[in-house]
């Protein structure tokens, strides 16, 4: 069963446990994944797989008493391992593995205030999700194209400048994953606020620098590319007074 050592209450206790964790699991799925995969027995009871705060691993059988003292992960991972390409077993137990991670992660969070729960979601994804390190997986972003005046589906937030020519935030350049993220994650709205998300179309002001949702300011990726200069509703407003 999932066990918890102690009672991690800031954002780095929090933190440290969750890392601790995704290490014992992804050791139980790459460098132990032959024990791993041998003590996953079909024929046996509905096992779990659980990563502990010291950096270990354990295949065991689900806590008894209910409710149990940490969320529990996937149940009965053992019962699809014969039938289904080792492989892609292996990365649907890495999924769930996530999944579980990230509610052990805010079930122990539950008393953080928004900007603290903010933070730790932010320290947890810099990190390679099991997934992608079991399957090898490593995302990145396209770069910003020069000619075009809308976002990609990379990510790339883009609008125009005074000289008709496609401008970018310098910063999105980089072509990481880790970099790119990282870059992006103060940016909000300055419309409604919210996160910048990769799968949506932002558009930048060229008077006040700041950027927004497409959907919050009414233009589109296609409304975009005939746009020379872009002043965002607020900018306008003050020129008209």
């Keep these: 069963m999932a066990s918890v050592s102690s009672s991690p209450r800031t954002v780095e206790e929090i933190f440290k446990d969750y890392s601790a964790r995704?290490?014992?699991?992804?050791?139980?799925?790459?460098?132990?994944?032959d024990e791993f995969y041998g003590l996953c027995d079909p024929e046996k009871e509905n096992l779990c797989l659980y990563g502990h705060p010291n950096e270990t691993w354990e295949v065991n059988l689900p806590a008894e008493e209910v409710p149990p003292e940490l969320p529990e992960p996937a149940l009965g991972i053992n019962f699809a391992r014969d039938g289904m390409n080792r492989r892609d077993w292996l990365s649907l137990i890495?999924?769930?593995?996530d999944c579980w991670l990230l509610s052990v992660a805010f079930y122990l969070g539950a008393r953080l205030n928004r900007n603290e729960r903010k933070r730790l979601f932010s320290m947890i994804n810099d990190l390679p999700t099991v997934f992608e390190v079991v399957t090898e997986r490593k995302p990145v972003k396209?770069?910003?194209s020069a000619d075009s005046g809308s976002k990609s589906r990379g990510g790339t937030k883009?609008?125009?400048s005074s000289d008709g020519q496609a401008k970018s935030n310098p910063k999105l350049a980089e072509e990481s994953y880790e970099e790119d993220e990282d870059e992006h994650s103060e940016t909000l709205c300055g419309s409604c606020g919210g996160n910048y998300n990769a799968d949506e179309f932002w558009i930048g002001c060229d008077i006040c620098e700041r950027w927004y949702h497409g959907k919050c300011v009414k233009i589109t990726p296609a409304k975009a590319e005939s746009i020379k200069q872009y002043k965002c509703p607020s900018c306008m407003k003050r020129g008209r007074q």
Excluded: C, M, N, Y
């Design 22 to 33: 995704r290490a014992g699991i992804i050791r139980a799925l790459t460098h132990d994944v």
């Design 94 to 97: 890495a999924v769930h593995s």
């Design 142 to 144: 396209d770069k910003p």
């Design 158 to 160: 883009v609008g125009r």
